[in-house]
């Protein structure tokens, strides 16, 4: 981290793919360095979901692993979507460069529009659009918040405490009420797409995609 860091990297780093996830709400990362064994999750499927939403599809992804060395290793986590991966111990120095060939190799192409689209929804995340069917939805601030964070979260089931946390920025215990409401309000401005948000029962919501 600290080689990275002085080679003008800005560094970020999380002990579990949830808290890597969470801090995708707020953050865009260009290349992450993921280990395959993460507690909790497995490397593999958190290249699955990178790849699987629209948001993150583009990020760079460098696998690494100490215990899934086999060539076969190496070429379920390619075959899935990872740009590089490589066998710990790793030469810090090798590291270095690997990374800043894949930032130069991504820099070189032309990145495409700031937007989600999902089925009949599309989001124009820098001037916060929405339509459906080609339709604009109008949306309040805080709808469309939440909104992008059902899309960076698909097919994750989110309680009402954890959106109230990481949407409304709300630490304390309040009626989650408030969170029913809008969800609903989200269902009814965005016509057929609004049925993909499906209630768990005494849970959250799911954001079916």
């Known amino acids: 981290m600290q080689l990275l860091e002085e080679q003008g990297h800005e560094v970020s780093c999380f002990p579990t793919a949830g808290k890597f996830f969470d801090a995708l709400i707020r953050n865009r990362y260009p290349l992450t360095v ?8 497995d490397g593999r499927e958190v290249i699955r979901v990178l790849r699987a939403n629209p948001e ?24 899935l979507g990872a740009d590089e991966y490589l066998t710990k111990p790793v030469d810090a120095d090798f ?21 989600i689209c999902v089925g009949p929804l599309a989001v124009v995340l820098e001037r916060r659009e929405v339509s ?3 339709k604009a939805a109008t949306l309040t601030d805080l709808e469309f918040r939440l909104l992008v964070y059902f899309l960076r979260n698909p097919n994750r089931v989110m309680t009402r405490q954890l959106m109230l946390d990481q949407v409304w920025g709300v630490k ?29 029962i005494k849970v959250g919501y799911v954001l079916k995609v």
């Not at 993150?56 to 379920?76: K, P």
């Not at 590291?95 to 937007?115: D, H, M, N, Y």
């Not at 009814?188 to 768990?200: D, N, P, Q």
């Open 34 to 41: 993921l280990d395959m064994n993460l507690p909790g999750m």
């Open 95 to 115: 590291l270095v460069a690997r990374i800043a060939a894949l930032l130069r190799r991504r820099g070189e192409s032309t990145p495409g529009p700031e937007r």
């Open 56 to 79: 993150t599809r583009r990020m760079l992804i460098l696998g690494m692993s100490g215990s899934d060395v086999r060539s076969s290793d190496a070429v379920t986590a390619l075959n």
């Open 132 to 134: 459906v069917d080609g």
């Open 172 to 200: 304390e215990r309040i009626d989650t009420r408030t969170v029913d409401k809008h969800v609903e309000s989200l269902r009814r401005k965005l016509g057929r797409f609004g049925a993909r948000f499906e209630t768990v």
